[in-house]
């Protein structure tokens, strides 16, 4: 993708987004009963990535987001 926030969209809606591979290598470690990386740990971190609500997938109405129509016979 393009560089700044349009080219990461279509990384992000499809879950490979760097939100999402932290998120993932979080729950590696923690499954694995592994001690967490420090960035894990960092208030800071903590801080970026506490949403009351996220919205990293929810993709906006309309015809871009549509199924194709079927083709007419």
Known sequence: GGRG??????????GLGAERHLQRLRHAALA???PLPEIFLDPAY???THFRLCTLQV?????QHRPPDPPNP
């Open 59 to 63: 993709t906006p109405p309309g015809p």
């Open 5 to 14: 926030h349009g080219g990461r969209v279509p990384q992000v809606l499809s």
């Open 46 to 48: 903590a801080q970026a």
């Open 32 to 34: 694995a009963g592994e």
